[in-house]
């Protein structure tokens, strides 16, 4: 075991699976399948870009530590050199099974299962997770007739949502990234610039960082829908160069070993029309007011209502969610899937949570985005950037 | 609609799909539900990093032109505006549907298909797709209890093989651009530089180009495990600075417009071992034998086992299958998950279909990888970039 890729002391790990066997136990779950990455990574230190193959971690209850199951090539000279299992607690399949058009990796791990005596108990899978398939479940439900299959998704995720002292620097540091990410974006968004090349400048300030520490692959790419289609907040950029008088809503994020500080800002580049100040304005004055409601004892829908307060002063709707918890995680999302600002999600702020708090305002012409990734602290809630929050024009 | 991220024509779309519905027709499906983003993206044009959550495109055998089902936020500005789809044909869900713990995508999917009457129908799914979950099949075969649902995985990446003059065009362009970020990796790896820094290095470079074109994202981050852990092919990088006399195995991708053009190389920072210049002769062998078979008339597990031949000839075995057809796709995979180089692999070589041949072989202690891009001609096979087929050693 090498400690080079494991950010946290095997305590640490070991108080994780403490939490989840306890979810575990309340929901009567004898086993955790686990297909999520980040979830993976969270009980297991297991960092790599293994997840376009099948890959699992097995929580058994009666074990202090987890399996890994996973492709050969991944799982012995990568888990056992990087992770806290040992070679025991290490499973890997033949290559065939490999995006196979006969095998499939759930018949090796339903037989796993049978080998550790597990096949008769009730088995939680990630049923809602992007790296467990239909074919996936239907597979192995067909190869454990004796076994109680159940929905284990979020499990961990709902572990995950309080993050501990260690995992909140490891964030603060990704805030710092966000920053020299976000300067970069600034200091090159100009008519006649490449789109590709500002995204070059983006990428280098990021991965560089600072003296002290540099960065990570962000779990989502940098967004960057600009002109006539910055309403579309998804859209990432091409090798066309940009216009004069345009706006570009970016969506960044610093990563640092895994963990996200996501942060958008939106950049006039020349002369803004004054729908886009005015609207940039609301959003300021909208998210400052959530932020001020983001403090332990208060909802994730109190929240998004002092936001939706603001834009109903000025006549406006906005129909989406305005944030959600994130941290650790792998593409294709830096979200956690667990709690979300928005009406009806009662889950009550406590210390240590951590949330990207981004109330975009897409509109059919252009978008406005200003966003701040932070956490809920005894009192209130800090920004773990420190950023300008307010439209950036570029003359 | 705008020309801006659609780089083909409509008749092109329209050829694909004529493609599709005879394959469809074959298979007796009358309407095909797709969830892989690349496939969206091969019929539709709709390039975004809207993946994280549910979309879908419907392909109705008696309907020109497919439906894009998305989150509002996508399907209007960005789909309408970017592919070659109609309003008519885009359908959105509210936003309280996204990563809820009450509503899902799929009663939306399954509203759409009884508005459009196609609700008793032979429906297909991506049965073993990212993004097509356990829950997603469960809650769509429970809202569609007259459909006939069936197995239309991979229809559309067995349609994908063969490529068009159009997108060997585009993955010509990546592999100049895999060149140029190989590059940037074999001029920045050296001992007491930080990983982080190459790594900026080879994205800076790769994003950038050339005068003419610059990168996309790749559907896979640069893979740089080394020193004791370069036997592990998928880990990534960290902040810490190489040592001395190690080995590096880089795998990246040249990416333009969503077309990959992969490469690995294997670099020594010192002095190498004479074991990993004798492993490296023998992959340089192995490969050059595979390439000689691929061309068409042959078969895929015909070029692995030249490959094989070479091995034995040394006293070595490789297990794992050594080449895939790649092309067009979004992470987490650059690979189409159809054919394989590998034994039992019958697939015949035809003159468009595009493979990475990378017969990494993974030690204990170190991993020597040395891969080519190709697309296969008339008489053989041409790699996309232009690059020594050889162990780097940076002194």
């Not at 979810?23 to 955790?32: C, P, Q």
């Not at 299992?85 to 090796?108: F, G, I, N």
């Not at 976000?182 to 003296?211: F, P, W």
Request: proline letters at 5%.
């Amino acid at each position: 075991m090498s400690e080079m890729l494991m950010p946290f002391e095997k305590q640490e790990y070991l108080e994780r699976l403490k939490k989840v066997k306890k979810s575990m136990a309340e929901k009567g779950i004898d086993v955790l399948l686990i297909s999520d990455p980040a979830n993976i990574c969270y009980l297991t230190g297991h960092n790599a870009w293994s997840f376009y193959v099948y890959q699992m971690a097995l929580i058994d209850m009666n074990e202090e530590m987890p399996y890994f199951i996973g492709r050969y090539m991944d799982a012995f000279c990568g888990v056992v050199k990087t992770t806290w299992l040992d070679e025991a607690h290490v499973r890997a399949y033949s290559d065939d099974h490999v995006q196979s058009l006969t095998k499939h990796p759930m018949d090796y791990v339903a037989n796993v299962l049978k080998e550790l005596k597990l096949d008769k108990k009730t088995i939680a899978v990630e049923m809602d997770n992007y790296w467990f398939s239909a074919r996936a479940y239907t597979r192995l439900v067909q190869n454990l007739p004796d076994a109680n299959i159940v929905d284990g998704d979020l499990l961990v995720n709902w572990v995950r949502i309080i993050k501990s002292p260690a995992e909140i620097a490891l964030q603060k540091k990704a805030g710092k990234l966000a920053e020299i990410a976000m300067q970069a974006a600034v200091d090159n968004l100009h008519a006649g610039v490449r789109q590709c090349d500002v995204v070059a400048e983006i990428y280098s300030a990021h991965l560089k960082g600072t003296k002290e520490f540099g960065g990570d692959y962000p779990a989502i790419v940098p967004l960057m829908p600009s002109g006539e289609t910055a309403g579309a907040p998804h859209l990432t950029w091409t090798d066309k160069k940009y216009d004069d008088n345009i706006v570009v809503a970016v969506e960044l994020t610093g990563c640092y070993m895994r963990y996200h500080s996501p942060m958008a800002r939106t950049i006039c580049i020349g002369k803004p029309k004054q729908i886009v100040i005015d609207t940039a304005n609301i959003a300021v004055e909208g998210i400052n007011a959530a932020l001020e409601q983001i403090k332990p004892g208060n909802t994730c829908e109190q929240a998004e209502a002092a936001w939706r307060k603001v834009l109903s002063k000025y006549g406006m709707e906005k129909e989406s969610r305005i944030g959600y918890s994130m941290g650790l995680n792998f593409p294709p999302d830096w979200g956690e899937h667990t709690a979300s600002l928005r009406p009806g999600d009662k889950t009550v702020f406590q210390p240590g949570m951590t949330f990207h708090c981004i109330p975009g305002m897409y509109l059919d012409d252009f978008g406005v985005s200003i966003s701040e990734a932070l956490t809920v602290t005894e009192k209130g809630c800090e920004t773990f950037a420190h950023y300008p929050r307010k439209l950036i024009i570029n003359n």
